[in-house]
């Protein structure tokens, strides 16, 4: 991808991308033993696409701290004290990712504007907009089969609006396997799981476990899909007979994929689009109240589908077009590469 930049730091293991070149970036922060640039490359793209769909002039931008658990304290410390200079000038926003807490970011997360919302309720925007963007395919979601890929604490909330929905849930993966029920698998107990086990929490339902991979072969209508980027390449893509994706997580589909299941009839939609509601709290023009910020998040997701699920070329595409249309109205030049795995 062109237009993107990768700083190094010098005080710990740990970098960030920024995509456009200069001017204001907001983001993510992961930390783990070992973050790859290019998946951080590929998430800031799809964040730069995020922003410009719902009209705000930033870059995306996408951090990465890579620390042992033992040297873990001293890799955020460094991260956040070389970081603060830009945060505190306001040419940087971000928030925390896998592998933190906002109590690791504190220092930075105090000075900077929006992100009003907790981490807590990040979970429930992503949660409300996913489904918001699934009943805008479908506008009546009861009794619809749902298989989700990627389960943990982030997106239990997507099993609690799709029961709320009348939504059953056949089949789930985290990174510890893939169950499957298709009688359905109870929302409530499914989220007590996550909430005591974690990503553990799918040896703890009683089913056959499996490899996770096989959730996307699920006789399910729709799959919720987040567990990493490029998770659906065209082998995956091959088996799956759903004929909705709705991305939870950055990415999650490549671009061989997306012609597979272009030609399998399936609607696939934009990432940056379904999986955008926890950002809605950053946005400088954020609500400053949960239920105002829930509405936004419902209404703008929708909006936004609206004027590309019909497109030639399917919403994905459509909305990437439509992000560029922004784009070209405070950029030169476009960025070269889309957010395709």
């Known amino acids: ?102 109590a690791d970011l504190a220092p930075l997360l105090a000075q900077q504007p929006g992100d009003r919302a907790g981490t807590d309720e990040r979970h429930d925007l992503l949660g409300a907009g996913a489904v918001a963007a699934a009943t805008r395919v479908h506008p009546d979601l009861a009794g619809s089969r749902v298989a989700i890929d990627g389960l943990d604490a982030a997106t239990t909330p997507v099993v609690r609006e799709l029961a709320a929905a009348g939504a059953v849930v056949v089949a789930v993966a985290t990174t510890a396997g893939a169950v499957a029920d298709p009688k359905g698998i109870d929302a409530d107990r499914l989220i007590g799981a996550v909430g005591e086990h974690g990503v553990a929490a799918i040896e703890h339902l009683d089913l056959e476990v499996g490899p996770a991979a096989s959730v996307f072969a699920a006789d399910a209508d729709i799959i919720f899909t987040g567990s990493k980027v490029g998770a659906i390449d065209h082998d995956v893509a091959a088996g799956i007979t759903a004929g909705l994706l709705v991305p939870i997580g950055p990415v999650p589909v490549t671009a061989k994929a997306l012609a597979v299941l272009r030609r399998a009839d399936t609607v696939v939609l934009p990432d940056f689009v ?61 960025p070269f590469g889309r957010p395709l795995a």
Request: glycine fraction near 12%.
């Open 1 to 102: 991808m062109t237009d993107v930049s990768v700083h190094k730091l010098q005080g710990s293991d740990a970098f960030i991308v920024l995509d456009l070149g200069e001017g204001p970036h907001a983001g993510i922060v992961r930390a783990a033993p070992k973050i790859l640039v290019d998946g951080a490359t590929t998430l800031a793209r799809s964040l730069t696409y995020l922003y410009a769909t719902f009209g705000q002039q930033m870059g995306g931008a996408s951090g990465g701290i890579n620390a042992k658990p033992e040297d873990r304290a001293a890799a955020i410390s460094g991260f956040v004290t070389e970081i603060g200079p830009r945060v505190a000038d306001g040419s940087l926003q971000i928030v925390a990712g896998k592998g933190l807490g906002d």
């Open 274 to 334: 379904s999986a955008a509601g926890p950002w809605f709290a950053t946005f400088p023009d954020a609500a400053t109240s949960a239920d105002a910020r829930r509405a936004a998040v419902v209404d703008g997701i929708v909006q936004a589908l609206g004027e590309v699920l019909d497109h030639a070329d399917g919403p994905l595409l459509g909305a990437c077009y439509r992000a560029e249309a922004f784009l070209a109205t405070w950029q030169a030049s476009q």
